[in-house]
């Protein structure tokens, strides 16, 4: 066992608290290590001294005092927080601006839309356009109104 392991046991080991192996190993390295033997030595000194001390009786009301003070302290009513005018009038004005902004990018289209379409997009409408009006006929004579162009140069 290594000096911290056995100081990190050294008050179970004296109240005997550990197993019968590890009580065993402690007593072992006690008897090597000189530092752990003074470290157990002071401990054991300091409990036989906290047991030899005299306690006071605690007064006759100890116990409803100390019952009193902490829930005293445990249960303090909570105040609602108030909240300032100025707050609310910005966040009231926050809200109007982002309405504004919404509703005006809702109503104008963006410039980039407008003034590009693509030439793909053009030519996709050109040719919907024709394919409608030649799959048209004319409702007396039955006659398409207007004669497809495909194939002439």
Same mark, same amino acid.
């Given at each position: 066992m290594?000096?911290?392991h056995v100081n990190s046991l050294?008050?179970?080991?004296?109240? &005997?608290e550990l197993t019968g192996r590890e009580m065993l190993d402690i007593r072992g390295h006690l008897a090597e290590c000189a530092d752990c033997a003074e470290e157990? &030595?002071?401990i054991e000194t300091v409990k036989r001294l906290m047991e030899s001390t005299n306690v006071p009786a605690p007064s006759p009301d100890f116990e409803? *005092?100390? #019952?009193k003070s #902490?829930?005293?302290?445990?249960c303090k009513p909570v105040e609602?927080? *108030?909240i300032s005018w100025l707050a609310l009038t910005g #966040?009231?004005?926050a809200s109007m601006a982002a309405t504004f902004v919404l509703l005006h990018n809702l109503r104008t289209p963006a410039p980039e839309m407008v003034a590009t379409q693509h030439p793909d997009d053009m030519a996709y409408e050109v040719i919907q356009r024709d394919r409608a009006l030649t799959s048209a006929s004319d409702p007396l004579s039955g006659s398409p109104v207007m004669m497809p162009i495909y194939g002439r140069k």
């Open positions: 290594n000096c911290k050294l008050s179970a080991y004296l109240d &005997e157990a &030595e002071t409803d *005092r100390l #019952v #902490v829930l005293a302290a445990t609602p927080k *108030r #966040v009231a004005a």
